[in-house]
């Protein structure tokens, strides 16, 4: 029979096609056949009509049973790395529980982000449904940790312990242990704290090789306040940016994990640490599998700076990046998307020290090639201070190399482009574009627009420049590569482009303090 399996040296659970599916589907056909009475599933050709009808259908139908054995489990694994799973709890005086509003469940993130608006972290003090205090009180938060060494060093999620000033765990055995912070990075959201008063304790081990899409992975921690739960599913996806911040590097996974899981580990089917879980995706506040986990790679590098200086010090350039699209790769001539483009090198940084310009295309770090401009980041990002970088650059649609030597990353929260721009407020009706939609006039003749470009002052909102985020107020400050401070200077620009037989063109703009490149279609004609 085709739909019989024999499953007496069924493989590891990384080969998902011979997974405990098939011997639940099988189980599920055999209850199925004895239901009905007739066991079909125990038909051979030696047998005649009258043989199948006069035979038990429960002797059949426990024979093929007795022939599947019972799906593997997880419970080995478990066994071995749970103990090295702990539930932390934190005090923070003088926070308030709830916000003005009575919502206990306030979010932790920048009003109007797009975490605070799609995503919510889970576990920390603020919103945790079992959060206990009030204003001006102690407040209690619940999450999750686990050992990476004997000697009492554990891995937590910063906004797990920041502002602790109390911070206590739990073993799988029920002992409570104080602990203290060691140091935290708000960018990775990681944090290290010291568990004292004990010097064997079981450890987690952070694996060494990424994982792979479709992989088992196992969630344990400390949903809710119950404490050494353990779920489990696959890895879902790698590599997601959750708009969280420049170093976004997210595993997702499908393993249920809820408020009070934030910290906690996510184990392979090796009994290694892939990740770290530190926020879900969810409408609710609850599991609806989608959860994303901190990369052990990036756990190696940042606890290993936490525990020789209590902080992280990145590797810096000063370029403000963004990714290339086909839109800007077509009007610059390049055959793929793929790169950083420089928006602006910020002043006296290593980049424009070095010679690098707005518009040029970073496309490789020390030979490595780089996919877009969240890779940069990261890599850059990874580096120490100090050390030496050669960097391929597309500059002017020519390639060149840049050698530099890497700054540290100020210790600043990015800055986030201001969609309230009023610059343009008060400024003349301008001059119309009518390729592409909008009407500027010169920078120097507008109120608080600068001296540089031309200032948009009406955009038609079903136009391509509205279509490509244009707004009033905006400044456009090349066109094609060319400085523009006239209207005309922009239709000529535009022009040209045209006459190069290009489908767009490429426009540096500056909204909010911050400078962009769009690339713009163009009519022809």
Do not use: C
């Amino acid at each position: 029979m085709t739909d019989r399996h024999d499953l007496s040296n069924l493989p590891s659970y990384r080969q998902p096609r011979r997974s405990v599916f098939s011997a639940r589907k099988i189980a599920l056909m055999a209850s199925v056949v004895a239901g009905f009475g007739a066991a079909v599933y125990g038909f051979s050709p030696s047998m005649s009509p009258a043989d199948l009808f006069s035979s038990p259908a429960h002797a059949q139908v426990n024979n093929e049973v007795r022939k599947v054995e019972r799906p593997i489990g997880f419970a080995d694994i478990v066994e071995r790395v749970k103990p090295s799973v702990i539930s932390v709890k934190v005090n923070i005086k003088e926070k308030t529980a709830s916000n003005d509003s009575g919502d206990d469940e306030s979010s932790p993130f920048q009003p109007g982000s797009p975490m605070e608006r799609f995503f919510r972290r889970f576990g920390g003090p603020d919103g945790f449904p079992g959060l206990k205090g009030g204003r001006g009180r102690v407040v209690q938060g619940q999450g999750s940790g686990f050992f990476i060494s004997a000697d009492g060093f554990a891995v937590t999620n910063n906004h797990v312990v920041d502002g602790a000033d109390k911070v206590e765990v739990t073993t799988d055995d029920g002992k409570t242990y104080s602990a203290k912070v060691i140091g935290t990075d708000q960018r990775t959201d990681l944090a290290l704290i010291k568990v004292e008063g004990g010097s064997n304790f079981p450890f987690a081990k952070l694996a060494d090789s990424k994982p792979r899409i479709g992989d088992w992975v196992l969630a344990v921690g400390n949903p809710f306040g119950l404490g050494g739960t353990v779920t489990a599913g696959i890895v879902s996806a790698s590599g997601r940016d959750i708009g969280n911040g420049p170093y976004d590097d997210f595993i997702q996974i499908d393993a249920p994990v809820n408020k009070g899981n934030s910290g906690g580990p996510a184990f392979n089917t090796d009994g290694e640490v892939m990740g770290v879980n530190t926020a879900i995706y969810s409408p609710s506040g609850g599991s609806v599998g989608i959860a994303f986990s901190i990369p052990a790679n990036t756990v190696k590098s940042v606890v290993a700076q936490l525990k020789d200086k209590g902080s992280v010090s990145r590797g810096w350039i000063g370029v403000q990046i963004q990714p290339v699209t086909s839109d800007i790769a077509d009007s610059l001539g390049m055959k793929k998307a793929e790169g950083a483009l420089v928006a602006e090198p910020q002043a006296n940084g290593p980049a424009a020290k070095a010679g690098i310009e707005s518009g040029d295309v970073i496309t490789s770090v020390n030979g490595e090639s780089v996919k877009d401009a969240r890779e940069l980041a990261r890599t850059i990002g990874g580096m120490a201070p100090g050390a030496t970088v050669k960097l391929n650059v597309l500059h002017k649609g020519q390639d060149k190399v840049v050698n530099l030597t890497l700054g540290q990353l100020p210790n600043t929260v990015e800055a986030k482009a201001d969609t309230d721009n009023d610059s343009g407020k008060g400024a003349n009706r301008g001059t119309d574009v009518p390729k592409l939609g909008m009407t500027v006039a010169p920078a120097n003749s507008v109120a608080g627009a600068g001296k540089e470009g031309v200032v948009v002052t009406e955009v038609d909102p079903k136009s391509a420049a509205a279509e490509r985020g244009f707004k009033e107020g905006d400044v456009i400050l090349e066109v094609g590569g060319k400085s523009v401070s006239t209207a005309g200077d922009v239709r000529e620009a535009i022009n040209a482009a045209r006459t190069d037989n290009k489908n767009s063109v490429l426009m540096r703009v500056k909204s909010g303090g911050q400078s962009r490149f769009v690339a713009v279609p163009i009519a022809k004609g």
